[in-house]
């Protein structure tokens, strides 16, 4: 159970029943779409953009407790910050998921993320944790197709 | 054909039928012996794909080591023993679906291959703009998609057959869809999604009452009933080699004889031709019109094991011991609280898909692997389906004669535990 724990931290398991950002956002000026056809999470995330600053961002869809608790926490990090921010935590996001064993991250620069340290163990479902990620990705750049992890 | 119904009725206790020992069977198979994770291996995805006994493993092995040469083509001695054992592949391939001559039997890669030959080679040949063809709300993604391409192709039109929440197909419904623009029917036996044995054998009549003939999707029923393709008298019968204990990359179409001499070839390549000019070629006969190229030789006498080991197990008392185990484990499952079956239909193989209340069926596989225990989660290449149950994916446990009670107990033990973690 102790990998279990790691990975099902309570941060996700709270995320996952109660998602924060849950919802069609009114006024949003990008969107973009991602799927996971390996187990058929879709998602769909929006974003209301004054500038460069993501003033509002939401998420909807349907997925499993990691993809749905990423998104969840992606949006509440990513309230007022900027385009080139966000790139920079995706970029730290995707390393720690994707880190080998051992490495350690700087608590401050990873914040709640951190919670998701755990999902290196389950290569499997790093797919599930980047996806919210790679579709902000894809509205930031204003890309029109969908996304998909394959 | 006997239906597992049947069959159990001769069961001495349910789940132990006299003859069958199931530990003896799981000696036959060295990759149950394995550890995961620290846990022993509770292989429960055999409707993905089989594991697969020591006696085709050894066949294969076999012919690599002594065997290997290319078939049909060199005068030599292991061209003439590999040619040997090909073929003798085939006509035991024959007789485990009673097929009335080998020439019926026809080596392609899979399932898929199979479906997509008949779509490109019998479909294209009979098919015209305003055609219909029927499938089922059931089907797996490979017995939807080829007749798509050929619909596009050609212009003729998909049909589909509804279903019950139980899974179960509407006959009264398919009954209304056949009419004077049917051209084919497209079913699958048992549905790798809900595990639902159809009624093929009726599906075929009133098919036929129309003139229309019949594929069927065997694909998950071989490895579970006894197929008898005279009984049913199918037109095309396609199944999967590795889903029955055999190697991947080998499957079969059974087609009627007169069928196949009328159909055109599938692919053009060696092997399938008589004579060839830049003018005029000229084809093999059936079935060798259809296999252009090096066949998967190991493979097809990989299968041929596998049917033989299966045969000596014996097909009646494996449908009875499944029975048994598919009545514990719904039992099982059924009890854990918020735990909802996705297929409930009276006739049924062992096979288990199920939604967990507030847990995703992803998140059920990883945590059901940390204890072993290999499910597959997902939307099991049969969207369609899914979407008709609401769900966008399921969890599934898929059943073979190998998996004992106690594997069932330990993956309800397993499910509990993700209840109590998600809680
Ligand atoms: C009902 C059914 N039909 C067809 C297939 C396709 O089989 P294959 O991938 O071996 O070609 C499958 C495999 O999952 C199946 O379950």
């Known amino acids: 159970m102790s990998d279990l724990r790691e990975l099902y931290q309570e941060v996700i398991l709270d995320h996952n029943k109660r998602p924060r950002n849950f919802q069609k956002l009114e006024g949003a000026n990008r969107t973009a779409e991602g799927y996971n056809p390996l187990c058929g999470d879709q998602l769909m995330v929006y974003l209301r953009m004054e500038d460069d600053m993501i003033k509002d961002i939401s998420f909807q869809g349907s997925g499993c407790a990691i993809s749905k608790a990423s998104a969840s926490i992606m949006t509440a990090t990513l309230k007022g910050k900027t385009k080139a921010e966000a790139e920079v935590l995706f970029e730290t996001f995707h390393k720690m998921v994707t880190a080998d064993l051992g490495v350690t991250f700087d608590q401050l620069e990873v914040g709640k993320l951190a919670a998701f340290s755990g999902v290196r163990e389950f290569p499997v479902r790093v797919k599930c944790a980047t996806l919210p990620w790679h579709t902000l990705h894809a509205a930031l750049e204003g890309k029109r197709e969908a996304v998909s992890t394959e | ?423």
């Open chain 2, 1 to 423: 054909m006997r239906t597992i119904n049947e069959l159990a009725a001769q069961e001495t206790l349910r789940g132990r039928p006299a003859g069958f020992d199931v530990e003896r069977v799981r000696q036959d198979f060295p990759i149950l012996r394995q550890q995961v994770h620290g846990k022993p291996l509770v292989y429960l995805d055999s409707a993905a794909t089989s594991q697969k006994p020591q006696v085709v493993i050894d066949a294969v092995t076999r012919y690599y080591q002594a065997e290997n040469s290319n078939v049909h083509r060199g005068i030599h001695l292991l061209s003439e023993r590999a040619t040997e054992l090909f073929e003798d592949a085939r006509a035991k391939v024959a007789r485990f679906l009673n097929a009335s001559d080998a020439r019926e039997i026809i080596f392609v890669r899979g399932a898929t291959e199979g479906i997509n030959l008949v779509a490109q080679s019998y479909g294209k040949m009979s098919l015209k703009a305003g055609d219909e063809i029927i499938i089922s709300a059931m089907e797996h993604h490979s017995n939807i998609v080829p007749w798509q391409i050929l619909c596009q192709e050609t212009g003729a039109a998909l049909r589909v057959i509804p279903i019950n929440d139980d899974g179960e197909l509407l006959m009264d419904e398919f009954k209304k869809l056949l009419n004077a623009r049917t051209r084919l029917v497209s079913v699958v036996h048992v549905s790798n999604a809900l595990g639902t044995i159809n009624p093929v054998k009726q599906i075929i009549e009133m098919a036929h009452s129309h003139g229309v003939p019949v594929v069927i999707d065997g694909a998950q029923a071989a490895p579970h009933l006894s197929v008898d393709v005279r009984a049913l008298d199918c037109d095309f019968y396609v199944l999967s080699g590795h889903k029955l204990f055999a190697p991947t990359g080998i499957g079969i179409v059974f087609g009627k004889a007169h069928l196949l001499e009328a159909m055109p070839p599938y692919q053009g390549g060696g092997d399938m031709i008589l004579s060839v000019t830049f003018e005029r070629t000229l084809y093999n006969v059936v079935p060798f019109k259809f296999e252009a190229g090096t066949p998967h030789i190991a493979g097809a006498i990989g299968l041929g094991a596998a049917i033989d080991y299966l045969t000596e197990v014996g097909l009646d008392k494996i449908a009875a011991y499944e029975r048994g185990l598919l009545a514990h484990a719904t039992d099982a499952l059924a009890a854990i609280p918020g735990l909802r079956i996705i297929g409930t239909a009276k006739e049924k193989a062992g096979i288990l898909s199920f939604v967990l209340d507030g847990v995703h069926p992803h998140d059920i596989g990883t945590i059901l692997d940390q204890d072993g225990i290999a499910i597959r989660t997902g939307h099991h290449c049969a969207q369609p389906v899914l979407q008709r149950f609401g769900v966008p994916a399921t969890a599934r446990a898929s059943l073979a004669f190998y998996n004992t009670r106690e594997e069932i107990d330990a993956l309800a033990r397993a499910i509990h535990k993700v209840t109590t973690l998600f809680g």
